[in-house]
């Protein structure tokens, strides 16, 4: 059984009708790899309402930073998106998921290709200098419908780069590309479709991907993932885990319903 931390808010931000944040205090004993999720929630009726969130905060930080979808009539996210600084949110104690760098083989470039909320785990693994130790060049690429849901841009353009310790390697090997699907954007089109025809590594200046250097994280919606799988698998890539790294992970940000 699933016991939880009891966190309190201490901050929210509204991205747009359908997105938000939010930060918690932290109970110091909870330990997590950048990547994972925990289940968090609140209490409905004296029960755990609980659902499975990544952490967008890196595991060295004193606070956690979640990022939330609003689903209107989700039994969650309908409660979840009216909370307020003081409010009381549950944290499991232990983490979860396997969508870690340990599960992939070494290689030279990192793919880390997200649609909406699941730019989350993402966030945590840009925040961690071991990622940057590992990996010569680390793409983030987070595909949304419109502009306003390209969550955390400008702290990925802006605030990382200047980062007390990790500004100079976030500088020197991070490349950020977001792509909007339903309105004019500086790139446009499905995660999918810029991999498959070569546009995003045109645009980055990279070689096309390659299973003997390059390795991918997938996180986002189902659809994605599946038509992902299918065409790093056409380049030979093989899924890691945690007994077997190998060249691409995979964690889907929800379950179809
Ligand atoms: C490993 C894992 C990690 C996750 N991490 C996050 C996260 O960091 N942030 C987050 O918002 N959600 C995340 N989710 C989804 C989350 O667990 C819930 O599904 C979501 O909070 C909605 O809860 P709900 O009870 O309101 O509705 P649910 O009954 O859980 O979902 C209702 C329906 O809403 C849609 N939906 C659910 N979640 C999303 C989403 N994130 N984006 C788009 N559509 C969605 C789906 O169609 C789903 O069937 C994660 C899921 C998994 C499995």
């Keep these: 059984m699933v016991s939880f ?17 939010f930060t918690t205090t932290r109970n110091p004993a909870f330990r997590f790899e950048n990547g994972q999720f925990a289940m968090i929630g609140v209490k409905c009726n004296s029960t755990p309402l609980v659902r499975a969130y990544s952490m967008v ?6 606070q956690l930073e979640w990022l939330s979808i609003k689903v209107p009539d989700g039994p969650l996210t309908s409660r979840l998106q009216s909370v307020k600084v003081g409010d009381t949110i549950l944290v499991s104690k232990k983490p979860f998921g396997t969508l870690v760098i340990d599960n992939l083989s070494p290689g030279r470039r990192l793919y880390l290709l997200s649609t909406g909320t699941g730019l989350a785990p993402f966030m945590s693994i840009i925040g961690d200098p071991i990622t940057y130790e590992r990996f010569g060049s680390v793409v983030l690429v987070h595909s949304c419908r419109y502009v306003a849901e390209l969550a955390y841009a400008k702290r990925i353009k802006e605030e990382l780069p ?16 977001p792509t909007v699907t339903r309105e004019p954007f500086e790139n446009t089109g499905r ?3 810029i991999v498959a025809c070569g546009e995003l590594f045109e645009k980055i200046a990279m070689p096309s991907l390659d299973p003997s250097v390059d390795r991918v ?8 993932i599946v038509d992902m799988r299918t ?13 077997n790294p190998a060249e691409y992970l ?3 940000a929800f379950a179809e319903r």
């Design 5 to 21: 931390n009891h966190e309190t808010v201490l901050g929210v931000q509204h991205w747009t009708n359908t997105l938000f944040s």
């Design 57 to 62: 905060s890196p595991n060295y930080t004193e």
């Design 250 to 252: 995979v964690e889907k």
């Design 162 to 177: 200047n980062h007390e310790f990790l500004g100079e390697l976030i500088k020197q090997k991070l490349i950020y590309f």
């Design 191 to 193: 995660i999918t479709d």
């Design 217 to 224: 994280m997938l996180c986002g919606n189902p659809n994605f």
């Design 231 to 243: 065409i790093l698998e056409a380049f030979s890539f093989r899924e890691g885990s945690s007994n």
